[in-house]
């Protein structure tokens, strides 16, 4: 989830409504206000709402949402005159390149704060970390076209965003703070990525770092957009959300040529939607004559065809839209949810107790009895976590996810414990001892089952404290085990166990190895145990 900040003076004056109307109104497109402060208010969307990561999207929402403005919003493109070249080197390396120059911005401290919390939450929920698109944005009144996009020599130098002197590109890689973060992307490559323009200053180092030299300030009015990354499909989308933004606080859309190609493309998308299958879909009367006032409302452009038929266009920004399913949710958020009747549903059963929930439960009492606080860890996770942090091989058992939103949720856990860590992680601030456990599904390929785990962390946390819980689970488990010797690289060696029942290894326990505890960035001593539940059934 995203969590955008809205400032209240800002987004009254692009929606030219108050902010209490648009804070009861905002729950009802499907967000979660997480808190209101005295000037802002901090919104969480959904990932697929990419549109929505700005004070300028939530805005033109809003409009269409609350009546104000409707239909589809239309946005100019003109010639900028501009051109981009784009290296063949790079082909191997980050081959895309999307564009555009923006125009007659008048900036402040809310509109500059919302472009570029805008790009930091792409970079997250479209970019995968940078890793697939990254952004820049340049002053350009301090640069000359036309611009190169070019594999560059490592030793290539200039000023990185927030410094003074220059520093080479491995320089920054491996002391900026960015540098360090996203060295992983470029590093293994003999050339890098780099951006000049036509007197070979330095516009960008992608996916690391612009230069110096292009910071936009107050004071900039025009900027050149660069999107770079290794998928067609996304760098596209993401110019898109950026441009139409813009446009939204008033900035003029130009065109820039690149090798001959012309970016943006702001045209809709057009589909065909059968209103009748929607009213069957959402169970309430609609038809071809309403719902075209609700598809505009959701900022749609809509217009009656044949029969039951309805032409839908669908706006430049809308990268979450890929099915007719997709339109059908936005008209029933434009129908509103409180409008739906509640039914009781037309079979009646009765159930009993499932017998994994009813040997969750027998461990999730003693864990809580023997002072454990209960956790519920999410279900996706990823590579690092499960495996690189907690010093194990990469399993080729694991069931990973065909086209993640970002790099932390590529896969479905396989092991509840490196999420109990870090969550140990996320609350190290919290006081001391802190002992939690879960209980919950895992993977293993297409294979779900329960697995219990339970991590504790304070100065005096031993191998004898574990053994002594993990006997009295057990215990209470009530199945015949044997505790032997281990060699787990999650754990102290001679300090940790193997859960036996006959030849089957069925859980560990130990004390957690420090290289781990420094990979969750830990500070204490650290005990933990997990344990497959599918013998106890």
């Known amino acids: 989830m995203a969590i955008i900040t809205l400032n209240y003076e800002y987004l009254e004056r692009l929606c030219r409504i108050d902010k209490d109307t648009i804070l009861a109104a905002i729950p009802m497109i499907g967000s979660d206000i997480e808190r209101l402060e005295e000037d802002h208010a901090d919104v969480e969307f959904f990932p697929d709402r990419t549109d929505l990561y700005s004070v300028e999207g939530v805005a033109r929402a809003m409009r269409g949402f609350l009546g104000i403005e409707t239909g589809l919003p239309g946005y100019q493109v003109e010639e900028s005159g501009i051109s981009f070249s784009v290296d063949p080197g790079l082909a191997s390396i980050r081959p895309v390149l999307g564009s555009a120059v923006i125009r007659n911005l008048s900036f402040d401290d809310a509109s500059i704060e919302s472009v570029m919390a805008l790009q930091e939450a792409l970079h997250w929920a479209i970019g995968r970390g940078r890793s697939k698109v990254a952004i820049g944005v340049h002053d350009l009144s301090a640069i000359r076209p036309p611009f190169r996009y070019i594999a560059s020599d490592r030793d290539r130098q200039f000023v990185p965003l927030d410094y003074t002197d220059p520093m080479t590109m491995e320089e920054i890689l491996s002391e900026h703070p960015k540098g360090k973060m996203y060295a ?99 169970g309430v009367p609609i038809t071809k004559e309403s719902i075209i006032p609700l598809l505009e409302k959701m900022r749609f452009g809509a217009e009656p065809l044949d029969g039951s038929q309805v032409r839908v266009l669908v706006p430049c920004y809308r990268a979450d839209i890929m099915h007719d399913w997709d339109i059908f949710e936005d008209v029933a958020i434009a129908y509103g949810f409180n409008a739906f009747s509640a039914t009781l549903p037309p079979t009646f ?12 439960k027998i461990v999730s009492d003693s864990a809580i009895g023997l002072g454990y606080t209960e956790v519920m860890p999410f279900t ?53 001892p802190q002992r939690i456990f879960s209980v919950g599904d895992v993977n293993d390929c297409v294979v779900t089952y329960q697995k219990a785990a339970g991590v504790a962390i304070h100065p005096g946390a031993d191998f ?69 539940l599918r013998p106890f059934l």
């Open 349 to 360: 059963t009765i159930g009993r107790e499932d017998p994994p929930q009813k040997l969750a």
């Open 184 to 282: 992983g992307i470029v590093e293994h490559f003999d050339r890098f990525p780099l951006i000049v323009d036509s007197e070979d200053q330095v516009l960008s180092f992608p996916p690391i770092i612009n230069g110096e030299l292009t910071r936009v300030t107050s004071e900039t009015t025009d900027i050149l957009l660069d999107v770079t990354g290794t998928d067609e499909r996304a760098v596209q989308n993401t110019v898109a959300i950026i441009c139409s933004a813009l446009a939204e606080a008033g900035g003029r859309i130009e065109s820039v040529s690149i090798d001959g190609v012309i970016s943006p493309s702001l045209a809709p998308v057009e589909r065909i939607i059968d209103a009748d299958a929607c009213g069957r879909l959402l």
């Open 380 to 432: 996706l996770t990823n590579e690092r976590i499960s495996y690189d942090s907690m010093q194990r091989p990469r399993s080729d058992r694991a069931l990973h996810v065909l086209h993640p939103i970002s790099v932390e949720n590529t896969m479905l856990r396989t092991d509840l414990m490196p999420l109990l860590l870090e969550i140990l992680q996320l609350n190290k601030h919290r006081e001391l």
């Open 464 to 532: 004898s404290e574990i053994y002594a819980t993990v006997d009295a689970l057990l215990r209470e488990l009530g199945s015949v085990t044997a505790i032997i010797a281990s060699e787990d690289p999650a754990f102290l060696s001679g300090r940790q166990g193997a859960i036996m029942i006959g030849e089957e290894k069925i859980g560990c326990f130990g004390e957690i190895h420090p290289d781990v505890i420094l990979a969750f960035e830990l500070e204490h001593p650290v005990i933990g145990f997990e344990i497959d």
